[in-house]
């Protein structure tokens, strides 16, 4: 670039370098802006982004340490639920969380969850399959009372007690243990745990 001073021409050195610096800008600013872009579509529960479902409401516990599931109102049939909600382990599902939902046919609990809750999944008459995660330690009071159509869930060895009614009325329940069968049973079993389940097995060592 040349331009003419007092009727000499020189270089304008500056204006080339303006030049190229509007250049760069215009080439690698919409590089920048997608760079950007694709960096804050984090996926998890706290974000809402991802393969989580949506429609679940939580309850903060005493000590804000984290979030207890309470509730769905999606109409979503395969339920999957995040690990955490707003930085916090969602660490429970609450009872009745699931009560008599008629449109579940799958649940996917993550690692972070300890306990499912009494009657968590009460009457979910169209469940069919249920994979808790490593974490769960307490399969509570009638957590999957009367889910008729329930054949298969996957159950960790972590698991150390089962409670009463948990699976009745689920007349052709496979039960996918991860563990052996000497560690299933030292699970603490209430007496009742088994009650009208029909002919269920269980897979030992399951993976």
Known sequence: MEVNVHGGKVK?????IVALLIISIIVFLPTLFFTKSLSGNTVGGSSGQGNYTKNLKYELNADKTGYILTEFNGSTEEVVIPPTYKGLPVFKIGEGAFFDNDKI???????????????????????????LGNGTDRIEFGAFYYCSSLTSITIPKSVTSVGGYAFYGSASLIINYKGSKDQWGSISKDYYWNVNMGNYTINYNYY
């Not at 304008?12 to 080339?16: A, P, Q």
């Open 12 to 16: 304008d050195r500056k204006g080339i």
């Open 105 to 131: 046919t799958s649940v996917v609990i993550p690692d972070s969850v300890t306990s499912i809750g009494d009657r968590a999944f009460y009457g979910c008459n169209k469940l069919t399959d249920v994979t």
